[in-house]
């Protein structure tokens, strides 16, 4: 038995992306899952599921009061930061897979830059196992998302060659795409790789436009059964492949105590399970949405998916290589260096417009797209197909 | 001034304070309230008393940064009007409610005798802004009290500027929450699968976690063995030598108790086990991947230790309190000694005595006032110069001192005649200062 297929992708809808949205969160994501309600072809009233992060601010419960959804019979949250987002999906696929619900909306809505900043230094996670994780580590000063990364990623330069530059590529292409779709917060500001290299540091070895910006918006994504999918407006988007994962010794972003600190072996474990699933490989895809927090770990990613080989990312993304026309257009949107960091949520709406073929940088005869979700963290990934 | 980027005010709300503050300074100078005694040695020696002046240098003169206190009107007495009232009411009305005194500037004609009489005047100084500062958006508003003997003749000048700010929307403040004065601010939890290693780091020992029945080695460590499953845990001392596996330099964002740029690494022990920690006595640009460490415990408070690394050919770091100690005037901030000076100095507004009433108003607790803070100014410089005549002391004012705190106040001679003080807090900076001196000879 398997879940590929089974459900699909049949409504999507956010907010505007901004620094300041003025609003509260809950109402970021009452406007998102209306909209996405509405984008589907439904009302609050066929809606009887909703999953969101662990890390939201919104109850199920608030959210469907303030969309008047008479009642709830799936309500389920995923763990780990944006490691959750395409695990959001997951688990609504499986709950309309095997008829625990019918329509299933996942959202996250915050007010990540006006509000709580990730990026500002951290106060750690109480006394439970995450805060003595954490203990480990804050004393030290080592106390943000950035630093965090950087650890892994310096092991990476040190291992296989790659440069800061190389990673400035990714932040390049990023805000590449990011500059033609009017949605991006960096809407027409296109960096070059020298603005790369002289923007400041943050923690070596990254730079500031090696970390995505801080976004105030929600997303959200209505998930149904493939079959009522077919009977709704849009174009369905099966969902082929729904998966979740980590890897040995697993921390909440300090995954450095054993092993090859050069790796994602959680986003491997997702990789495997997605081509399996799907039936599919990396040559089957036409386009790629892979969550870019900051710019070493898309390298990473494109290595651990099975895109190319332990340390040749470096050779894969130059000359164009995830820019749109080049060999695998990665975040036509810009991503969340360019368009908004919404937790990923974003990037799985990103996924649904190329296989629905409405991208305002629409990638030519997509039927297939990966998309991943946040890494260091435990993490998730979905195949997206056209239906 | 001082560089705050100008920003677009409300323009009707500017006008009127700009056309305020224009009529103001063309009033010039306004009688002030009167001074309410002579110069006296009741008074003086009051003064001295709370301040710690044991210098016994004012029998017949008074200290010159007790001029203020001539013209403080005194507890319950009727609240005496201001020349910068009237724009700082119009501010208050339209919403520039927060309020910080930024500069205390006092110069000195001469200095004043006991037994003499003095007046005072005001005028006031301007009005400027918007400026965008830490704070939030505001405008200084600058004003001058003078000090006359009886026969007109002025014996001092000072200089008084706040800054009157719109407090900002969100949370303000900025101050890291968490970290008490003189505490490291980043503390680890510890729990009972932990508490082994924390108590081998306070016995200068770097414990690493083994199974009692299987042997297997484990950082961080954990209640069962993941080889085993035995809960049985025991520890093994580890040579403190290791390699730096991974490690980054951090510049940003600030981090309570830490000055960037700084450097965390992944060190991989000879154990074989892996552990997190700073690389201190080296500069962050000759660490490299592969280089050899040595463990250090450094002291970050009274009470935490962090097992640290060094390289392995440094010396050992600095140990920690008295070589640390800066020179200096060190003056702990206790409750007493806060409100002894306040009443010294005349000044009874309840932030400087009244712990709950300061607390309401969002203080963490009673603070060091104005007059105080120049005074010890005044005591500092003329304990670095002995016998040198001031003739100016300029306050440029930071971050509260709060009671329980310890203020520092240290030194440097810019040339003869000039000293430039520090006053530094745990927050930082309460005070810069410029101190000057009359040419010549001493008094």
Known sequence: MSLSGKAAIAGIGATEFSKDSGRSELRLAAEACLAAITDAGLTPADVDGLVTFTADANAEIAVQRELGIPSLRFFSRVDYGGGAACGTVAHAAMAVATGQADVV???????????????????????????????????????????????????????????????GRVAVAMRGHAATNPKAWFHGRPITLEEHQASRWIVEPLHLLDCCQESDGGQAIVVTTAERARDLPNRPVLIAGAAQGTGPGQMMMFSYYSGDIATLPAMGRVGEQLWRQAGLGPD???????????????????????????????????????????????????????????????????????????????????????????????????VLTAG | ???????????????????????????????????????????????????????????????????????????????????????????????????VATNCDQTYDRYVKVGERLRSTMRFGGVAGPKRTAMGEGYFVTWFQSWYD??????????????????????????????????????????LDTRYFWDGVDDGELRVQSCADC?????????????CHSTNRTYTKASGRGVVHSFVVHHHPPVPGRTPPYVVAVVELEEGVR???????????????????????????????????????????EPPAEEAEPDGLRIELTPTFVIATALATRDFTPVHHDTELARAQGSKDIF????????????????????????????????????????????????????????????????????????????
Request: aromatic share 6%; net charge negative.
């Open chain 2, 368 to 443: 060091v006032n104005i007059l105080t803070s120049i005074g010890l100014v005044q005591r500092f410089a003329l304990e670095t110069v002995p016998g040198g005549e001031l003739e100016s002391i300029r306050v440029r004012l930071g971050v509260p001192a709060y009671a329980g705190d310890t203020l520092t106040l240290t030194g440097e001679r810019a040339d003869d005649r000039t000293l430039t003080v520090r006053g530094a807090v745990s927050l930082g900076d309460h005070l810069t200062a410029t101190v000057t001196f009359t040419e010549g000879e001493a008094r």
């Open chain 2, 275 to 317: 552990i997190l920690g700073n690389v201190i006595g080296c500069e962050p640009s000759e660490v490299e991947v592969d280089m050899p460490v040595r463990v250090v415990f450094q002291h970050m408070d009274d009470e935490l230790v962090l097992p640290q690394w060094t390289p392995s050919d440094a010396p050992d770091p």
């Open chain 2, 1 to 99: 001034m001082q560089g705050e980027p100008t920003v677009q005010g409300e323009p009707a709300v500017h006008d009127e304070l700009m056309a305020l503050a224009e009529r103001l300074v063309a009033a010039g100078e306004q009688p002030a309230p009167p001074c309410p005694d002579a110069v006296n040695a009741a008074m003086v020696r009051h003064w001295t008393q709370a301040l710690g002046d044991a210098s016994g240098a004012w029998e017949d003169v008074a200290p010159p940064a007790m001029i203020q206190v001539w013209s403080m009107p005194g507890l319950g007495a009727k609240k005496a009007g201001s020349v910068a009232d009237d724009p700082l009411r119009l501010l208050n009305e339209n919403g520039y409610t927060g309020v």
């Open chain 2, 150 to 191: 009886e026969d007109d003749r002025r014996v001092a000048e000072m200089l008084f500027r706040v800054l009157k700010f719109q407090p900002k929307r969100r949370g303000g403040g900025g101050r890291p929450s968490g970290a008490k004065p003189g505490k490291y601010p980043l503390r680890p939890t510890i729990g």
């Open chain 1, 105 to 167: 909306v996942c959202y996250r809505a915050f007010n990540e830059r006006s509000g709580h900043r990730f990026g500002q230094a951290n106060k750690g996670g109480g006394a439970g196992s995450l805060g003595m994780e954490f203990s480990w580590h804050l004393p030290y000063g080592f106390a943000t998302p950035a630093a965090w990364v950087a650890m892994q990623a310096r092991r990476y330069m040190h291992e296989y060659g790659a440069t800061s530059e190389d990673f």
């Open chain 2, 215 to 227: 042997g297997a080695l484990r950082h961080p460590p954990g209640p069962m063995c993941p080889e």
């Open chain 1, 284 to 382: 089957d895809v036409q386009t790629a949405i892979l969550y870019d927090h900051f710019t070493p770990f898309v390298l990473i990613q494109l290595e651990e998916l099975g895109f190319c080989g332990r340390g040749e990312a470096k050779d894969f993304l130059k000359d164009g290589g995830i820019e749109l026309g080049g060999r695998l257009p990665v975040n036509p949107h810009g991503g969340q260096l360019g368009e908004a960091y919404i937790h990923g949520m974003n990037g799985i709406a990103e996924g649904v417009r190329q296989v629905r073929g409405t991208s305002v940088n629409q990638v030519p005869d997509v039927t297939n797209v990966l998309v991943t979700a946040g890494t260091g963290v435990p993490t998730s990934g979905l």
